[in-house]
């Protein structure tokens, strides 16, 4: 499988560690990969997510391109992943914006405590 060949490239590991250089503090670097196209940006930020064993944020232009990320992320690796609801409105107008906070509210904390890698 090609996941479990790219997993073991020398990018992945200095990816996951330098993710995990500054653990003891709480504090996550932030990091941009770039350089990437089709499914290999997923499938990069899937095996980040299951090598470091933490929650991951993949963030995409359009929600069309979350759900093909998300579906190439559970072919590559089999972890699911979970879209943030768009915003249908601005934050705080009209009952449909407020479901959407409460999904992303529910999403973050869910991600916060999981014990297993999620995307």
Known sequence: MIASLAARDELVARVVRRLGRDADSGVTPPLAVSGLWGSSAPMLAAMIARQSARPLLYISAHAEQADDAIED???????????????????????????????????????????????
């Open 73 to 119: 992320m559970e072919t590559f690796v089999g972890l699911r992943g979970d879209a943030l609801p768009a915003w249908e409105l601005r934050p705080g107008e009209g009952a449909a914006g407020d479901e959407i906070a409460a999904e992303r509210a529910r999403l973050c904390g869910e991600y916060r405590a999981a014990a297993v890698p999620r995307i």
